[in-house]
Structure formats: structure tokens, C-alpha cells
């Protein structure tokens, strides 16, 4: 009798739970029903699909949809991989690299370069149409066969599929330059005047994928005195990684030697915005990216020398150090939050095995000493000899070199020892603004010695003169233009306000520098030398 009532009581029970569930249930829709059309939904969810469609050109599937959102932590200590105190409020939440959402992040910024900006405003004015010379066979870095292909076998290795292995024929419409990587056609598209064109509509493809392709091999790069890294993509595209050993608002300690000082990744983003900004258009291409150290290096690195560096560190967080001559030791590790370091990823140049470079001294190359000074430190007539010198006799070298000058002046790096050419294009080409990391050190100080050549030179170019006279008035203020450029970057805010506003000051001592040539010459076409014709 009483395990009769014991049931009839839990079966009671259970039909009395599962009303009150159905009674709720009809609340919630009388509720949602009753509720305006507006009000329903959240906008933010319908419009982040709506641009991830867009993006794709093609229904995606509903799992790649899932954003997975993760409250970067703020940056501690000098070791760390992300930073707070820099980042404005709407930056509080970023999302892993190569999920939707990140190209949707590209994709807003970049609308904004086309959309009434100051940038774009820039990019259309006359000094920025100045026709280069016209590009022959000679004049490219690399002479493509029409007829190969570029394609991955559909078992998912990595294999280039020349034209005799691959389809015969391509989808309508299409050539075999259409089935390259970006990288590929980066590489193609270089020539003797120009590292990439103006206009270039591979520029944002190709900074997209740096940020977002999936990384399949992460290995140390050999030489230099601190940790960098090559990485590798699915589809043969590599990358240089400079992680993060700084946060934007530390500034290089002023009894710092310049050759000691730390390589900043935000400074090889930002030095090449401003490259471009200037049209000088000679340092690859280069996106910030946020990496998984334990997914996207430890677990797939094969050398071991760096896999030995890897470390837990007494607070949780994943830390390493590889092996280079200044600063990669355990006092010195680079330590993610738990895991996620930032860094900057620059576009690899061609292989030197298929596209030989010639590396330059610099003339007014420092001495890389604590108490000697060089030789153009203490001779104030040292530009005479070095125009009597091979390549500055002839040609646009010396004039180039100048360029290189003032784009360091105004980043402030004075670590320029050497510069690279292509040595497929002689003497006649452009220089290779090459390894930018200490740059962005400072912002309180600026050095002047690093102006010595247009100092003692008394000449520039007068194209460069006309855009740096362009970008210190009010409508293209360099500070503005590099500040929107910079806002594309995943790694947004890239600069500390600070540093854009000494671009201004700098570029402003430039120009009196240059008035002061001027002031002195008896000839202003030997101060500016006219590169422009008639054209401007």
C-alpha cells in the first residue's frame, strides 16, 4: 500500500514539473509576440553575419558563424603579449586570428580608407598619379610562364601542380595567374621602380592573409641578434614574425645604445603605413597578428633548438626565449596571456635563390660603438666623397638614400647599417627599406643625426619634398593619414597618440632642414632635383 502512494505521489509530482515548464514556455512566447518587431533581436548578431556573407560572396556554414570572443587580458610586466592601457574601451574584445570576424574587422577599416577619408583623400591627389616609367620584360623581377598553374591536391598535402599535371583547361574566364596564391602574384608584380604599385587590389587580400592564414610550421629565422621567426601558410606563402617585447606607450630608456635596443613589431606595422603614406612603397607588406603560442608554434615547431626554449611560467602563462645574441634568455621571455602574444607579420620577400639581393653599407652607417664616432660624424664635408663614390656618382642612389633618411628621421630609428637592392636591376633601381623594428622608441626626443645626409647633401628629390609640404598641411596632416592607415591593423591602436603627434614635429624640421639647403644654395634645381617633369 504505501509504495502505491509513493508512486502515484512521484507521478503527480512529475506531471506538475512538466505543466509548470509548458506554462512558462507560454509566457515566453506571449511575451516575445507581444514585444515590438524591433526589440526582438539583437542587431549586432544579424549584422556580423550579414558581413561575414559578404565577405565570402557565398552562403557559409552556420558552425564557421560561432564567434568565439575572448577578453584579451591586459599586458604586465615587460614580457607579456597584450596590453590595456593603450587599447580605447570599443577594443576590449578580440577574436582569434582567421575566424570570420576578423575579416570583418579588415573589411570595416579598409571601407574606411574609400569612404571620405583623409587616406583616401591623400592617394587621389596629383602627386600620388605621378606615372612610373613604363614596366618591359627587363624590368620585372620574375618572367611568369603563361601555362602554369598554381593548385593543392584535393587530399589535402601541400603540392604545386605544374600546368602538365593539373586541368587543362581553367573555369571561364580565367587565366593561370588568376589560380596563384596572393603571395605568388606579390612576388610577380615586383619590378625594377616599384616594391608593389599604388593601387595594387592585392595589398588588402594579401595584409588579410597574413592576419588570418592558417600557420602550419613556425621555425626561428637564423642570424640576427634577436628572436624572429619564419612562419609557413597552407598554401606556400611565409611570413616573418617580430613578437611583442614592448608595450605602445614604453619609451627606449635614453642611456639605451641604439644598437641595443628592443625590435618593436608595432614599428615594422607602422613603418610600413608610413612607407606607403610617403609613396616610397619599399618595405613588404605587413599585418599585426595575435598568435597562439602553444597551437601556432610550440605544437608544430621542428626546430628544436626553440622547442627547448619552452617554458610555464610561475604565473600560468606559456613562455619562450630561442636563441639569439641580445635578449633570449628566461630573464628575458616572451610570455603569452595565458597563450596569445601579439606580433607583427611581414610579407617574405622572393627566396635569394631565385631573386639574388645585393646587400649595401651605408655610408652614413653608424659606428656601432659606445666612444667612436664615424666618419661622417666628425667630417662635415663627407657628402663630397661619397658623391665621387660607386653608385652615388650617377643616378638616383644618393637621392634615394636620402629618402631612406627621412622616413627614419621621422620613425626615429637609427639603426640603418645596411640597405638591400635587387641584383637583377643594378644600380638603377630602388632601395629595399628593409627591418624596421627600432623604430617608434622614442617620441620625447628626436635625432637629428639621423638627417645627416640630406643635411650635408643639400638635395632631395622633388617629389618627396612636394609630399612632405602636402602632408604638414591641415587636409593631409601625416599624423591623421598614418592614424586612419593604422586603424585597419587587427592590432588597432598600433602607435601610442604620442608618436603621431612627433611625426608632425619631425616632419616639420625636415622641411627646415630642406628651407635651409635652400636658403644656401645659389641654384634651387641642385637642392630639388626634379623628378616630376612635366607632370606636376
Not at 194 to 211: G, H, I
Not at 302 to 324: Q, R
Request: aromatic share 10%; with cysteine; charged share 25%.
Amino acid at each position: 500500500m504505501r509504495w502505491r502512494l509513493q508512486m502515484l505521489f512521484q507521478r503527480k509530482l512529475k506531471i506538475g514539473f512538466l505543466f509548470l515548464l509548458f506554462l512558462a514556455l507560454l509566457v515566453h512566447l506571449a511575451m516575445d509576440f507581444a514585444l515590438p518587431t524591433t526589440h526582438r533581436s539583437c542587431g549586432c548578431d544579424t549584422k556580423v553575419s550579414k558581413s561575414v556573407d559578404v565577405l565570402s560572396g557565398s552562403p557559409m556554414p552556420a558552425s564557421l558563424k560561432k564567434l568565439s570572443l575572448r577578453i584579451l587580458q591586459d599586458f604586465s610586466g615587460s614580457n607579456g603579449s597584450l596590453e590595456k592601457s593603450s587599447q580605447p574601451e570599443t577594443a576590449g574584445l578580440h577574436l582569434r586570428a582567421g575566424e570570420p570576424v576578423v575579416q570583418q574587422q579588415h573589411e570595416e577599416a579598409n571601407a574606411r580608407w574609400t569612404k571620405g577619408s583623409k587616406l583616401a583623400a591623400l592617394f587621389e591627389h596629383p602627386l600620388y598619379h605621378i606615372p612610373v616609367p613604363e614596366v618591359t620584360e627587363k624590368d620585372k623581377l620574375f618572367i611568369i610562364n603563361p601555362m602554369e598553374k598554381f593548385s593543392l591536391r584535393s587530399s589535402g598535402s601541400d603540392e604545386w601542380v605544374s600546368s602538365s599535371k593539373a586541368e587543362t583547361l581553367l573555369p571561364t574566364g580565367k587565366t593561370a595567374y588568376d589560380t596563384y596564391p596572393t603571395w605568388l602574384k606579390f612576388h610577380i608584380g615586383i619590378n625594377r621602380y616599384e616594391l608593389y604599385p599604388r593601387r595594387d587590389p592585392l595589398l588588402l587580400t594579401l595584409l588579410q592573409d597574413l592576419a588570418t592564414q592558417r600557420i602550419i610550421s613556425s621555425v626561428q629565422k637564423s642570424g640576427g641578434t634577436q628572436l624572429k621567426l619564419i612562419m609557413t601558410f597552407p598554401n606556400y606563402g611565409q611570413a616573418l614574425f617580430k613578437p611583442m617585447k614592448q608595450t605602445r606607450d614604453q619609451e627606449t630608456p635614453i642611456d639605451f645604445f641604439y644598437f641595443s635596443d628592443f625590435e618593436r613589431h608595432n614599428a615594422e606595422i607602422a613603418a610600413f603605413h608610413l612607407d606607403r603614406i610617403l609613396d616610397f612603397r619599399r618595405i613588404p607588406p605587413v599585418s599585426g597578428r595575435l598568435v597562439n603560442i602553444t597551437k601556432e608554434i610550440r605544437d608544430i615547431t621542428t626546430d628544436k633548438k626553440l622547442a627547448k626554449t619552452f617554458f610555464i611560467s610561475p604565473a600560468g602563462n606559456v613562455c619562450f626565449y630561442g636563441e639569439c645574441s641580445y635578449y633570449c634568455s628566461t630573464e628575458h621571455a616572451l610570455c603569452g596571456k595565458p597563450d596569445r602574444l601579439e606580433g607583427s607579420m611581414a610579407a617574405l620577400l622572393p627566396d635569394k635563390t631565385l631573386a639574388k639581393r645585393r646587400s649595401w653599407r651605408s655610408p652614413w652607417r653608424r659606428s656601432y660603438h659606445k666612444s667612436k664616432k664615424a666618419e661622417w660624424e666628425l667630417n662635415p664635408n663627407y657628402c663630397a666623397q661619397v658623391r665621387q663614390t660607386p653608385p652615388y656618382d650617377r643616378g638616383h642612389r644618393l637621392l634615394d638614400l636620402i629618402d631612406m633618411a627621412i622616413l627614419d628621421f621621422l620613425m626615429g630609428n637609427m639603426d640603418r647599417h645596411h640597405y638591400e637592392t635587387f641584383e637583377k636591376f643594378g644600380n638603377d633601381t630602388f632601395l629595399l627599406h628593409l627591418d624596421n623594428g627600432r623604430g617608434f622608441g622614442t617620441h620625447s626626443r628626436d635625432e637629428l643625426s639621423i638627417l645627416a645626409p640630406l643635411q650635408q647633401c643639400c638635395s632631395i628629390k622633388k617629389s618627396t619634398y612636394l609630399r612632405l609640404q602636402l602632408l604638414v598641411t591641415q587636409p593631409y596632416r601625416l599624423s591623421d593619414v598614418l592614424r586612419e592607415a593604422l586603424a585597419a591593423d587587427p592590432l588597432a591602436p598600433v602607435l601610442a597618440e604620442p608618436h603621431l603627434q612627433a611625426l608632425d614635429r619631425r616632419l616639420r624640421k625636415v622641411l627646415v632642414a630642406v628651407e635651409h639647403c635652400l636658403a644656401r644654395a645659389a641654384h634651387q634645381e641642385k637642392v630639388l632635383v626634379d623628378d616630376v617633369g612635366p607632370w606636376v
